[in-house]
């Protein structure tokens, strides 16, 4: 009998994850960088040829954009994705399914295992499955979703939270976001909230040239002060983003941080002010103080999310 072969992917601005997946799980896994293609087509066929597969029943693909009517233009690439012709341009002509980043990653949160994320902050509360979750992931942009529990089945959202306008809690951050706006017009969380915002927030602060976001993150680990209270400020908006996604989603099982920029400074966002800016809401302080907040360590999450939920069909 022949094995049926899938190809699962989560497509970002800068990685492309690959899973080749069986009936018993993953097969084997590539990741591919964006930069090094123009055209979504070649980008799958490298991934097959690497892992060694020349022919899959189906294709379920996580792409950092919104996906509509079966295309998908990636926000911070010049990558589209089309889901009929990518099938025709494929050995087999294999089913193809788009799906949004966040959404797929969403899926993937009730099976987080403990070691695959840390506490935020002073609460060790543990994420309640039952409850709803929300996302925030920060890395090439930034991305939020939610995921929502039923008894018919879950749901889970497909959204562009990340171009949201981004909220100003102090003086010194409304003067931040003030700068930004003479500069970009529409200031989104994601102009802040990214690896190439955290350069931004930096130029603001600082009025000086921004060295790229590894120096920022290495020198405030390193004890540099100026780059220390720009790392804080920007763990600082991370807290009142997800805060407020937290009472906008009615996450009270808890609230997950992703992408690849955190955990690049996991104990320093731990000790930042971000769980106190999450609960600084005002009267429903005492509400979001039970609200587990944890740091996800893992960055295959999308693919944990596609993999879990999909179910094969007879």
């Known amino acids: 009998m022949k094995r049926s072969l899938r190809l699962i992917a989560d497509i970002g601005g ?33 991934a097959m040829k690497k892992l060694a597969c020349t022919e899959v029943t189906e294709i379920r693909i996580a792409v950092a954009g919104r ?22 341009a494929l050995a087999g002509e294999p089913k193809i399914i788009l ?16 070691e695959d994320s840390r506490p935020l902050g002073k609460n060790r509360n543990k994420p309640d499955t039952t409850q709803p979750l929300a996302l925030i992931t920060v890395g090439t942009g930034l991305g939020i979703s939610g995921y929502f529990p039923g008894d018919s089945g879950n749901f889970v959202l497909a959204t562009e939270g990340g171009h949201a306008t981004l909220p ?11 700068a930004l706006a003479k500069r970009f017009g529409h200031v989104s969380g994601e102009r802040v909230l990214s690896g190439s915002g955290l350069v931004v927030l930096y ?19 390193k004890g540099d002060l100026i780059k220390i209270e720009v790392l804080k400020q920007f763990c600082s908006f991370i807290g009142s983003v997800a805060g407020n996604l937290a009472l906008t989603y009615g996450a009270w099982g808890g ?6 920029v955190p955990p690049r400074f996991a104990d ?7 769980r106190e800016r999450f609960e600084a809401k005002g ?8 609200v587990p907040t944890r740091l996800i360590l893992r960055g295959d999450i999308a693919l944990l999310g596609l993999a879990e939920a999909w179910h094969p069909t007879a």
Do not use: C, H, Y
């Open 14 to 46: 800068t990685n492309a994850r690959f899973w080749l997946v069986d009936e018993s799980g993953p097969v084997s896994t590539k990741v591919l960088q964006v930069s090094e293609f123009t055209e979504s087509i070649a980008l799958l066929k490298s």
């Open 67 to 88: 996906v509509k009517d079966g295309r998908a233009a990636l926000t911070n690439s010049a990558l589209v994705f089309d889901a009929d012709a990518l099938s025709k």
């Open 99 to 114: 799906q949004n980043d966040l959404q797929a990653a969403a899926l993937g949160l009730p099976f987080l295992k403990d």
């Open 168 to 178: 100003a809690t102090t003086d010194a951050e409304l003067k931040i976001i003030q």
């Open 203 to 221: 130029e603001v602060m600082t009025r000086a040239n921004a060295p790229d976001p590894a120096d920022i993150v290495d020198g405030a680990l």
């Open 255 to 260: 609230v997950f941080v992703g992408g690849g």
């Open 268 to 274: 320093f966002l731990v000790q930042s002010p971000f």
């Open 283 to 290: 009267r429903f302080r005492s509400d979001l103080q039970d």
